[in-house]
């Protein structure tokens, strides 16, 4: 079952990454964790300036720990102290070579569909950083805009939620309530349809499930 699930993935992969291309992006297709590392590290030159938001998918494929102990300027918020060192970082990341991140989904003809809180990642993906790398787990695959949005929402958010300190209805039900909490971590919408800098951003979509 394991392998037919597979081939559909791959074959679905190539409807995506053609959508990518129609829209001035730039997608790849890795069978595992380790595949996807490597078409990465080949994709960012060492010596690069590197940043990222909050990402499980890019830590999962080792992606992270890469670039921290390899050839590269890295701007790790990780290591900040405190909250105003933290947005330094942050805004360090808005001028560096390649933003590092995922996608909370993607549908099947390449639109990228993400929710943000403090919408660093958002704001990163939209403008910025000379490049965006970003992790996709073929789990994040959704039909259409609407499908996408859903799964952002009903999916990606509650789980993301149960991660932090804060107080939604999302984190107390498992499910979107449209909340206006002070601490939702739903503030922006983003979709990207079209990258107006021609390769810009690449998506590497991985055969495996990762993040949320």
Known sequence: MEDV???????????IIKGLESRQMKGYYAKDKEEALKIALDIIPEGSSIGWGGSESVKA???KDSVINGNYVVYNRDLAKDKKEKKEIELKTFGCDYFLASSNAITEDGILINIDGNSNRVAAICYGPE???????????????????????????????????IKTPCKMTGS???????????CQFVVTRFERHPGRIHVILVDEDLGF
Do not use: W
């Open 131 to 165: 490049h965006v790398l970003m992790v996709v787990g073929m789990n994040k695959v959704a039909k259409d805009v609407d499908a996408a949005i859903y799964r952002a929402r009903n999916e990606a958010a509650p789980i993301n939620a149960q991660r932090f300190d």
């Open 5 to 15: 699930r597979s081939v559909r993935n791959a074959k679905l992969a190539e409807k």
């Open 176 to 186: 979107c309530a449209n909340c206006k909490s002070p601490d939702t971590i739903c």
């Open 61 to 63: 494929i080792g992606l």
